[in-house]
């Protein structure tokens, strides 16, 4: 078994910061891409940024220069740095990983979801 697990989310006022992290756990036999997904109510899921394991970044427009992705490989964990939040920056936000499990092939996890809430 395999599990994502996201946390750092909450409410915030605009122009604040968060700090979301996910970490995979389970029998993992290695990651690639890890990446961080959005959706708002009523609107479909998108990428926000992702991470490759080399350290290769790509952003959405709608964050460029305001988010910051990271992810530490030894402990499993992909990061999310959001400042300078604005209201359509709410949102559920998703950790997504594209790993090799124990017994398994390659494939996407997903993790439960955090709610960002941003107040103007």
């Known amino acids: 078994q395999v599990h994502l697990v996201e946390s750092g989310g909450g409410l915030v006022q605009a122009g604040g910061s968060l700090r979301l992290s996910c970490a995979a756990s389970?029998?993992?036999?290695?990651?690639?891409?890890m990446a961080w997904y959005r959706q708002a109510p009523g609107k479909q899921r998108e990428l926000v940024a992702a991470?490759?394991?080399?350290?290769?970044?790509n952003y959405a427009d709608s964050v460029k220069g305001r988010f910051t992705i990271s992810r530490d490989n030894a402990k499993n964990t992909v990061y999310l740095q959001m400042n300078s939040l604005k209201a359509e920056d709410t949102a559920v936000y998703y950790c997504?990983?594209?790993?090799?499990?124990?017994?398994?092939?390659?494939?996407?996890?997903w993790g439960q979801g955090t709610q960002v809430t941003v107040s103007s």
């Open positions: 997504n990983a594209r790993l090799l499990a124990v017994a398994n092939t390659w494939g996407d996890y």
């Open positions: 991470i490759t394991s080399g350290g290769s970044t």
């Open positions: 389970g029998r993992i036999l290695g990651i690639t891409a």
